[in-house]
């Protein structure tokens, strides 16, 4: 899943050895499938781990990896270079923001990677952004619009004949889509 390089292993032990003896890390990707996917590694105190995290254990250290990333942490790679400055940990990993989803993938992640992948782009042009804020009963998608598309005069044809209609024909088991923006905020509207 995530490979740690030896040189990261060992920046990772001094850090983890001024920190609690039981203490190790925990690494996760933040908003995964989204444009705002961020790869995070932190402190991890004993019961600060997830339930259903997966545990591995390296020299010095065990390393929790939170069950939802780990689609978005295939491929992913932890490196330590050395410089002037000490040095730094740098973390790749190609998939937070568009994994590898099948029909198999949750529902959130096929629905994100439809939205980041084939809806946003064509917003953009207008300065706009869709996003999932959740699910909620009977597979609903609940959307929220931003940039050009808040408050724009065209958001109810760009909902349904745009983003529902894609949303439905690619994520088969979705049932509906809702839109929770506040569309009386009109300042960066495309079409006023």
């Known amino acids: 899943m995530v490979e740690i390089s030896s040189a990261a292993q060992k920046y990772l032990c001094e850090l983890l050895s001024k920190q609690d003896e039981s203490c190790g890390i925990r690494v996760f990707v933040a908003q995964p499938g989204t444009a705002n996917a961020e790869t995070c590694i932190a402190y991890c105190r004993v019961g600060e781990e997830q339930e259903d995290d ?10 929790w990896f939170e069950e ?6 295939v491929d992913a790679t932890v490196d330590f270079q050395e410089d002037r400055m000490g040095g730094q940990l740098t973390i790749k ?9 099948g029909p198999d993938s949750p529902l959130e992640d096929r629905i994100n990677y439809v939205l980041y992948n084939e809806i946003n782009p064509g917003l953009a042009a207008h ?13 609903t998608a609940v959307l929220e619009f931003g ?20 949303l ?9 889509v809702r839109d929770v923006t506040d569309h ?3 300042d960066n509207a495309y079409y006023q």
């Open 93 to 101: 990993a190609p998939n937070a923001r568009v994994p590898n989803v």
């Open 54 to 63: 997966m545990p591995i254990e390296y020299e010095g250290f065990t390393a």
């Open 184 to 186: 009386t905020v009109t």
């Open 68 to 73: 939802k990333s780990k689609p978005y942490l």
């Open 147 to 166: 940039g050009g598309c808040q408050g724009c005069a065209a958001v109810d044809i760009t909902l349904k004949q745009g983003v529902e209609t894609t």
């Open 168 to 176: 439905l024909e690619q994520v088969p088991d979705l049932a509906a």
């Open 127 to 139: 300065g706009g952004v869709v996003s999932l804020v959740e699910i909620v009963e009977d597979n």
